[in-house]
């Protein structure tokens, strides 16, 4: 069986097997699978496509602005 058939297959059980309202450990002894290779698979068509791991990123220069904070010590010194 090539790879793209048993996903298809795969899709279609983890559908019947979300459509049962079963919990997975029930659903694979009641069909009679592996109960690891149901997890299996329900992980693996549940998982969100990977997106581009770099982006174009354009930085522009930050505005100048007042400190955000300062401190003030009790001898004058200030940072």
């Known amino acids: 069986m090539a790879n793209t058939e048993r996903e298809a297959l795969w899709q279609e059980r983890v559908e019947r097997w979300r459509a049962s309202g079963l919990s997975q450990r029930a659903f694979a002894l009641q069909e009679g699978y592996p ?37 003030c010590g009790p001898q004058g010194w200030s940072v």
């Open 35 to 71: 109960i690891r290779q149901v997890g299996y698979w329900v992980r693996r068509l549940s998982a969100v496509p990977s997106m581009a791991a770099l982006v174009p990123v354009t930085v522009q220069g930050a505005a100048a602005a007042a400190p955000a904070m300062k401190l």
